[in-house]
């Protein structure tokens, strides 16, 4: 299956694209907005600070590139700040407009704990959601971790799919239709990550 990656400047693109591979992707890496506009399957990658990945998609209008493939029925994954870009807004640094294709603020954790939060988390399944809204897990079980690193968050959204709690309960992964996103590291999750980009590739 064919997966265009936004080759971002504030991204561990390299790992990602060798994730991606692996999980049985072909892979086309670019940065043109024309290329990405009309992909059927993109990921989108981000580390960082929200604010110069939002930045860097609007001065190159791969944000617009992106909303049009989504309207025209592309499937996109969002992964770490990828996923935050996804949500209406960050408070990161002041306020900062997403690209919102998924409802939800992203907020800075609060708490006793240190900040950023680096390492393995558990991620839960969330109840009630249809059937096909948990695909991008299957074969993943409830409460399998996956690796973070990340000091802000979407504490709530009605897209969200599964939870993590670093002091409180927050969103790992969203869904909107073909919309998908996961603040953790898929490439960095080993079995479980994996899957989870396996069944991206696959979604039809």
């Not at 561990?12 to 506009?37: H, S």
């Not at 930045?55 to 700040?81: F, H, M, N, Q, Y």
Request: aromatic share 8%; glycine share 10%; with cysteine.
């Amino acid at each position: 299956m064919n997966v265009t990656l936004i080759d971002s400047p504030v991204a561990n693109v390299a790992n990602i694209a060798r994730a991606l591979r692996t999980a049985g992707a072909t892979l086309d890496v670019t940065k043109e907005p024309r290329i990405i506009a009309s992909a059927q399957k993109i990921v989108l990658p981000g580390v960082g600070s929200f604010i110069a990945a939002m930045t860097w998609l609007r001065e190159t209008a791969i944000d617009d590139a992106i909303r049009k493939a989504v309207d025209d029925g592309a499937s996109l994954l969002g992964i770490c700040v990828g996923h935050q870009l996804l949500f209406d807004v960050s408070h990161e640094m002041g306020t900062t407009r997403g690209l919102g294709l998924l409802r939800g603020e992203v907020r800075k954790f609060d708490g006793p704990l240190p900040v950023p939060q680096i390492g393995w988390n558990r991620v839960l399944e969330c109840d009630g959601e249809p059937p096909h809204s948990k695909r991008l897990f299957d074969g993943v079980t409830s409460g399998t971790s996956f690796y973070f690193v990340n000091s802000y968050a979407v504490i709530d959204s009605p897209h969200t799919i599964a939870r993590a709690d670093y002091g409180r309960p927050f969103a790992a992964a969203a869904q909107n239709g073909r919309v998908f996103g996961v603040q953790f590291h898929p490439e960095k999750s080993s079995a479980a990550g994996l899957r989870v980009l396996r069944n991206f590739v696959a979604w039809t």
